[in-house]
Structures are given as C-alpha cells and as structure tokens.
C-alpha cells in the first residue's frame, strides 16, 4: 500500500508516479491476481472438457502467479522480523494442499487471497485520494516580484515576504496578507464553504484558494513548504497512519489469532491422526482450519474505514488528528462551546458608553482605549480601534482576568471587569447593557467610577441552527465563557442554549470540560489561546481553523480549515456513521471466524468453500468501509 512520505508532504509539488497513480489495468498488483484468476478459470474449463493434464497446468500457473504477491512477502516478514502474518497462514495452507495433491484448491486459495489484497490495495489507495488531492492544490510554481520585473519561482522556495502575483484563475501558493487589488476567492477546496470569499487590501487569504476575477498582489506570510495547507496534510497524514481504539482491537485479537490458529491447526491434525487414524484426512482439515481462522478481514475491517472517513472529512473542511479521534468523535453526545471566537464572530464593537456627571462620554472612551491599546484582548482591541486620538498612558500594569491601570494626564485610570471595579452609581445601567448581551467594562479615574463601556461581539448567524440541529439529535450543549452572568444568559438565549457556565477562567473551563466528560462523551469547541486546557480536557478538542491559536490547534483532536459552524453537525453525523461501519466490519470479521471454525473442523466446508467464504468477507469489508467516505447532508 501507498503511503504519502514526509518529503511530499514539505514538496507539495511532487510527481506521484507511485502505481496507486496508474489505471487499474497498468497496474501489476492487479493484473496479477486477474492473471491469476484467468488461468485458475482456464483449468476448470479444461477439467470440464477432459483435458485433465492441460487444466494441471492451468492450475500451477494460477497458483504461481498469485502466490507471487504474497509468498515473498510473508517469508521476508518471516525471516527478518519473525512475524507470523496472515500471509504466512496462507503461504502454509497452499503449499500443504499441494503437498497432498489439492492443487486446484491451493490455486483457488492463491487467487483469492491475492485478488482481495489487491482490492484492499486499491480500496486503501483511493480512500487516499483526498489527501492526494489536498496536495495538488498548491501550484507548482508561482509569480514572485523582485524588484520592478515579475520572475517565475518553484513555489516550494517561497520565503516570508515575496510578493506574489496571483492572475485570475490561479490558486494562491502559501498564506498571506493582500497589499493590492480587490476580487473574490474560491475556497471550497480547502474550507468546504462554497460561497467564493470577497478579498481586499489588507485581508489574510489561505493557500491553495483560487482567484476568481481581479489581479491580486499577496505577500506571503509563510513558507511555500510551511503554511495552512502543508499543516492540513500533515494532519491527515498523521491521521491516516494513528489507529484507534477499534483498529488497535482488531490488532489485538489479530496478533495473537496467527500463533494461535497454527497452534490449533496442529493440534487438529494431530489429535485427528491419532484418534481417528487418518492422517490425510486430518492434516488437510488442519490446513483448511489455518485458512478458516484468518483474521484477514478483521485485519483491514478498521483501517479502511478510518482513511476513508478523514479523507472524505478534509474534503468538506474537517481535519481529524488521528484515527483513534475520529473513534471519540463518533461517540460524542455532548459538545461544550466557548462563547468568543466560536458562536460569536469574534469582531466586537463598542455599542453604548455611559458616564456618570461631569464625564463626558468621550473622555471616558478615550481614557478607555488609550489603556486598552496595550492589552491584546479581543475585547481591549474593540475600545482600542474605537478612538483615534487617544491620550499616552504611563506606568501600564495588566491583571489577567480583570483589568488595566495606568497614568493619563497626571490622573490614575483604571479600566475592568465589574467584577473587580466598582459600577457605583452606575450600577443599574451596567446591569442593563449586560441583560443586552454586551459586556462591559467600567471606567474609574482615581478610584472613582466616571463611566461604563458596552462592547457586543454579535452571534454568528447560523448559531441557532446549529443548536437546534444538534438538540434534535440529542447532542446537548453547554456554553463556556469569562463573561458575567447576565451577558453570557442574554446570548445563550438567542443562541438556544440552556445550559451556561459564566465568569470561567482557563482553568476553570478545563474543569468544566472534565466534569462533563465524566458523564457522557463531550466535545470541546475554541479558537484561542485560552481555550486550550479545556481542549485536552474534553474527550474531543475542536479547534475553530488551522490558522487559529497555535496552542488551541495543538491541544485539539480536530480542526476545522473555515469558520461556518454548520460544520459541526455534519462532522458529528459523519463521524457517527464511519464509527458505526466499523463497528459492522469488526463484527462481521469475527463472526466469520466463529461461524467458519466449527465447520472446517467438522469436515463440512472444505479448503475451496473456505476460502471462497473467507475473502468474499474480505471483499464485503473493504466495500462497507469505503462507505464512509460518502458524504451526507447535515441536516
């Protein structure tokens, strides 16, 4: 099977001349087993005609040829790992049915297995292809400036700052910031969201996004080989290769079930010989139970199933860590939500200011922003950007979680939560704006109240959608957020949340998380630094974009490449249904091997019904777990 190496991973201009790339019918790991198969056919047809000795011959070659794929392989294993796979179970059971003069069943045998490795191969290759695909979105090359000439460059040597060219038509190479032009991109590749992005000036575009219309000028804020993209890929990558909870208890039943199904197959064909005094009769059960034991479908029951699912999940902008999170993230029945950045559109403004007498409301916000503009809050950045002439503030200290203070004018001011400042005659009011929905921060030049300021970061429209969608399929939601009370309960109702946890630190939504997780799967949602310990705590962290928070993106299970919430419920759905497959290909593998067992002991199957039941199962599988790259509507 194919795998996607580091190198192409920082290259993504690589040439994939691998065989996965090739037409089924140029590719030898098919058109072997299918020769295989032809000359298997060929013996029957010739046994049917009385042409016995043309059919022997028939039947070696497809013998021969379908061993070819996976005899070698099982011995390497064999000789130089000391690994008992299945492929050994199989190289026994058709060299002891030759042994004893089946070799129309050894050929079966070949065939068969070598045809459903094939089909694996493919299946495997094809769940693949998203990740393949997410690789081709960055051009080979792009158009740099240097100085007043425009030159062609390999988009892997792109350094932070080149100013790329972007024609209309052209994908973006890396990340950057837009110096110049207007025009709207096309970002459905990479964020899942199909209402092309209008792009100005001074906005962040995403590489691999096409330019529909204008010329743009971009400068690059990363490397050609570093930026959200190469991140994406990585992360899948990552993904495909990590096993989950069930693809880890397929291993487990697995690797002991080789050593064990050849120890059994001795004992049957020993205590057999010895009790009944047949040995050919009990040697060959023993052969057919090596083959009735084969854990071959249980060995790919999990994998396929998994990398089919994340590589459908990329395509529609959900990126999945690892298999063993997309496991959890098929079982989640409660999701926590953090209020700013994740259901708001993380762009607050100020909306109201009230002072108290002989304060205008322009000092008050002057005071205000020339504080904030040394914090880097949200909220801080909102006031901030609401004055441009505000006063020089001297000797500014910051208290996490409260507030700011400094010297304006010869004048100690302070700026902070309720919480910690004093509303004083101002009291009513405040708790009005907070009943709005805003949050607000109170005003105080030496050590007196003088005004409040109300700051609302407005719902995302699709909020009560989402909600509602997952109330009705029984995925509650609680909302975390550092906001007092009132304001958090005046959002969480146009939201349609009912459970609300309000005035939380870091820490303290950790806590929360925790204390959901202990009594049902939970999902956490964040964007921001400060959403990362909740993010490790919860079952399954989301992380709102791959541009995010480096820390929210590390501390997460899963990331989301745009901002449209709607995500989540198509995600949930999607991951419930790839876990639920795998849950059908783990059971259906053992009982195979439970139903099989009895009856080639017994004597009621032979080697040729065995092998025929066993790897259609194989086949059977590997078509149910490419199922869950099909994409289904959220709603």
């Not at 991140?231 to 290769?241: G, M, P, R, Y």
């Not at 010297?407 to 009943?435: K, T």
Request: glycine share 10%; charged share 20%.
């Amino acid at each position: 099977m194919s795998t996607v190496t580091n190198s192409q991973v920082e290259h993504p201009d690589f040439d994939d001349d691998d065989d996965d790339d090739r037409p089924w019918y140029r590719s030898p790991s098919v058109l072997i087993p299918i020769a295989s198969g032809i000359a298997f056919a060929a013996g029957l047809v010739c046994d049917l005609t009385g042409a016995k000795t043309a059919g022997l011959v028939m039947f070696w070659i497809g013998l021969l040829l379908g061993a070819y794929t996976f005899v070698p392989g099982a011995l390497r294993g064999l000789f130089t790992k000391g690994k008992l796979g299945i492929g050994l179970l199989m190289t026994i059971s058709a060299t002891g049915a030759v042994i004893l003069g089946y070799v129309e069943e050894a050929a079966a045998l070949a065939f068969l297995y070598s045809i459903s490795e094939a089909l694996e191969d493919k299946a495997m290759d094809r769940a693949r292809a998203g990740l393949r695909a997410l690789l081709k979105l960055v051009p080979k090359t792009a158009l740099v400036k240097r100085g007043d000439a425009t030159v062609e460059v390999e988009a892997k040597d792109l350094r932070v700052g080149d100013v790329l060219v972007v024609r209309a038509g052209e994908r973006i190479a890396t990340d950057g910031i837009v110096r110049a032009g207007r025009s709207s991109l096309d970002t459905s590749a990479i964020t899942g969201e199909s209402i092309p992005v209008e792009v100005e000036p001074g906005m962040d575009v995403s590489a691999g996004s096409i330019n529909t219309t204008g010329t743009l000028d971009v400068e690059a804020t990363a490397a050609g080989t570093d930026n959200s993209l190469t991140t994406i890929v990585e992360l899948v990558e990552k993904a495909q290769s990590e096993k989950g909870e069930r693809a880890r208890l397929a291993d487990r039943i697995a690797r002991p079930l080789v050593p064990g199904v050849m120890i059994l197959a001795v004992l049957v064909g020993l205590l057999g010989s010895l009790l009944s005094g047949n040995v050919e009769l009990w040697i060959t059960r023993a052969l057919v139970v090596l083959v009735a034991a084969s854990p071959c479908s249980l060995a790919i029951a999990v994998p396929v199933t998994v990398v089919s699912a994340i590589g459908a999940a990329s395509a529609f902008g959900v990126v999945v860590k690892s298999g063993a999170a997309f496991e959890r993230f098929g079982g989640i029945r409660h999701l926590a939500v953090d209020k700013t950045g994740t259901l708001t559109g993380n762009n607050p403004t100020v909306t109201r200011v009230v002072t108290d007498d002989g304060v205008s409301e322009n000092e008050v916000l002057k005071w205000a922003a020339s504080l904030e503009g040394h914090s880097t809050h949200p909220l801080a950045t909102a006031i901030a950007s609401a004055v441009s002439d505000a006063p020089q503030a001297d000797d500014v200290t910051e208290t996490a979680g409260r507030g700011i203070s400094g010297v304006i004018d010869g004048v100690c001011v302070s700026v902070g939560s309720p919480r910690w400042l004093d509303a004083g005659p101002l009291a009513d009011e405040v708790r009005a704006m907070e009943m709005e929905g805003m949050t607000v921060v109170i005003v105080h030049s030496d050590g007196r109240p003088v005004g409040a300021v109300g700051v609302r970061d407005e719902l995302r429209p699709e909020v009560p959608e989402v909600i509602r969608t997952l109330n009705e399929r029984g995925i509650g939601v609680t909302m975390l957020t550092g906001d007092n009370p009132r304001t958090a309960r005046a959002l969480a109702a146009q939201a349609g949340i009912t459970d609300v946890r309000s005035e939380l630190r870091p820490e303290d939504k950790a806590a929360a998380v925790a204390e959901l997780c202990r009594t049902q799967p939970t999902a956490m949602i964040g964007d921001g630094i400060n959403d990362a310990p909740a993010l490790a705590a919860a079952d399954v962290g989301i992380a709102m974009g791959v541009k995010g928070a480096d820390a929210a993106i590390e501390s997460a299970d899963v990331a989301f490449t745009g901002n449209d919430l709607r995500l989540i419920p198509q995600a949930l759905a999607h991951a419930h249904r790839g876990r639920t497959i795998m849950n059908e290909n783990v059971v259906l593998s053992i009982l195979i091997i439970a139903i099989l067992l009895p009856l080639s002991i017994t004597g009621v199957l032979g080697l040729a019904a065995v092998v025929l039941v066993h790897e259609g199962a194989e086949v059977i599988v590997i078509l149910n777990g490419l199922r869950a790259a099909q994409r289904r509507s959220s709603t």
